[in-house]
């Protein structure tokens, strides 16, 4: 078995990807990891198509140019919109996204019958996770929900506030009645929302952390590939933000679950 140690480069719209770091880090400790969140921008769930594809062009490049060995889209928006983009415009890169491993960790379930996906707004539109699921299992009953105001209330902090349990209980608590057996939190910003979420659905809901269903995912596609990291020791990580939010290390902190010690500030390129 060949390996490959050249860095993972993961990238999202701000700091909802470091969930998936944090996974990565956990699954995956050897691993080098270049990680980039575009908080001049964030949320990218409420922008239009283009801006979206424009915005994920210039991420990819970030990464690219710094030799990464795969670029996980760790931004559901991104994933969901512009992934054909991105293998078009650089056939020779491996991208992960974060909907495929989402969508794998579904079709894994046994006996599912009916399903929630909570995502933003662009995410739910595109009909991607839908249409990928009903493509190998056409009898799973399918709901989505857009829950604009999660990302927002993660980003500030905010995510034990009374207030997120009110807007949760907005979003999802009239899918008691269809008692889903699954619900997907289709945006890497909601597992820090997960045990909110848990307190409105019912009981027996079953709900998948899209940031560890990607982690597995993302391992698996690295060991078909012979592209694991042959170190045995702790992977570096690099962080890098568009702007650096007032909270940042206090709210990256509370996502990696661990203290980052530093990160860079940086211009994306404009990529035509």
């Not at 990160?263 to 404009?270: C, D, F, P, R, T």
């Amino acid at each position: 078995m060949s390996f490959d140690n050249r860095p993972i480069g993961v990238f999202d719209s701000g700091l909802g990807g470091l969930t998936v770091v944090k996974a990565l880090k956990e699954q995956l400790s050897g691993e080098d990891i270049i990680y980039l969140g575009d908080t001049a921008r964030v949320p990218y769930g409420s922008r239009s198509k283009d801006t979206i594809l424009q915005y994920a062009l210039e991420d990819a490049w970030f990464l690219i140019q710094r030799q990464v060995k795969c670029i996980v889209i760790a931004c559901n928006t991104v994933a969901s919109m512009a992934l054909p983009t991105l293998q078009k415009k650089w056939p020779d890169q491996l991208f992960i996204s974060v909907v495929e491993a989402g969508v794998e960790a579904v079709l894994q379930q046994k006996d599912l019958e009916r399903f929630l996906l909570l995502g933003t707004h662009a995410t739910v539109n595109s009909d991607r996770y839908r249409a990928m699921i009903h493509e190998k299992a056409p009898q799973i009953s399918f709901y989505a929900q857009a829950c604009p105001l999660f990302v927002p209330l993660v980003e500030e902090g905010m995510q034990d506030h009374a207030v997120s349990l009110t807007i949760a209980k907005e979003y999802v608590s009239k899918y008691a009645e269809i008692n889903p057996q699954l619900c997907l939190l289709g945006c890497t910003h909601y597992p820090l929302l997960k045990n909110t979420i848990k307190k409105v659905l019912p009981e027996n809901t079953k709900v998948i952390d899209s940031a560890e269903a990607s982690a597995k995912f993302i391992y698996q596609k690295l060991y078909e590939t012979n592209q694991l990291a042959s170190k045995g020791v702790e992977g570096r990580k690099q962080f890098f933000v568009t702007d650096m939010p007032f909270s940042f290390f206090q709210i990256a902190n509370h996502f990696m679950g661990t203290e980052i010690e530093s990160v860079e500030k940086v211009q994306l390129e404009m990529i035509l």
